[in-house]
């Protein structure tokens, strides 16, 4: 009876090791395939890229390579080839993405052109269309995740805002924003050479835009645009009587009186409304602060310094909201009651914490 009774516990033991030793390799597996599909979010802390075919039915080939960056910035090469043999094309684009507000799984490019996508659970990304809703196609527009990223440190022609002091020259890239050194190049020298010939009058207002071929540079290991400098190859011209079209920048707007639309809060794209007013706001002359945050009417107060503000007394009136809406109105409200500094950039209003961007807002029309 004892000998039965061993041999069993022996089988049970042996039977129990098989099952622990395949739940080990069920577990580790599944946390390779976890950790192997930790690319299934936007915002990771170091760059992203994507790359596939997108052409279209029946046309040349044609391959698009996205890469996303941590501060909001993202690089696009577009690929053509005609056929066979032919020689390839390629075409760039630069400016800040952003995943808008209860869809982080959007992203939204805003360059020289607009462009939608969204991140599949794997980890790869489908194109949208413009208005970000899914493309009707036999073709399957996938991006595939790369393993290694892909700066897109290939030349492309940039224009940007040229201002050199003692420490050097710095470009203010129109698409961007970024702020960025220029690197010490036989191009970078004519530059400087070239806007001595601009009248002094001219160059006391401010910087001048300038168009330029160029390499960006990356240094992965330090944040934002202390690791990026630019690399000018050629010299086209300036424009000293132009500024930005495009992108960010542009001429000022006055800040009081002008109505500031909410463009993002936290990182997360404002949130789209069919019916009433978008998100904004008002700094009225006298000190009164008015606007809506897409939802409900805001009142307050204002103050300002020299790059400070202080928003203060923010009331709301107190209709119900969707979820959605509901979340972008409590982190707007709280943006204007910690805000202490302000950065405007043509036609760009930053509300800042010290170095913390809290809301973004653009210029548009009176509502």
Known sequence: MNGRLLKLSVRSLRRLSVWAASFVVLTLSACA????????????????????EVSCPGCSERWLTVTLF???LFRLRETYVAGKGSSEERFYDVGRWSAPLGDSQRVILQGASLRQARLLPQGDLTLLDPDGRDIVSIRDY?????????????????????TANENG??????????VVSVADTPAAVQMRKRVADIPSERRARGPILA?????WSDVTDQPGSAGRRLVIEQFERFWPDENCAQGPIAAAQPLLETVWQLVSVNGALAQGVVLGQPAHLRLRK?????????????????????????????????????????VQEHAMIDALRTARQYRQVGHQLELLQGDQVLARFVATEML
């Open 33 to 52: 395939w976890h950790a192997g599909s930790g690319g299934a979010n936007l915002r990771a802390p170091q760059p992203q890229t994507w790359q596939g």
């Open 142 to 162: 996938q991006l595939k995740r790369l393993a290694k990223p892909d700066l897109i440190t290939d030349p492309m022609r940039l224009l940007a805002l040229y």
């Open 169 to 178: 020259a710095v470009l203010t890239e129109c698409l961007t924003a970024q």
């Open 70 to 72: 941590p501060d909001g």
């Open 211 to 215: 168009a330029v071929t160029a390499r």
């Open 286 to 326: 006298g000190g009164k602060l008015t606007g809506s945050t897409g939802c409900n009417r805001l009142q307050g107060s204002w103050q300002l310094g020299p790059d400070k503000i202080s928003l203060g007394r923010i009331v709301s009136t107190r209709a119900i909201c969707h979820a959605a809406m509901t």
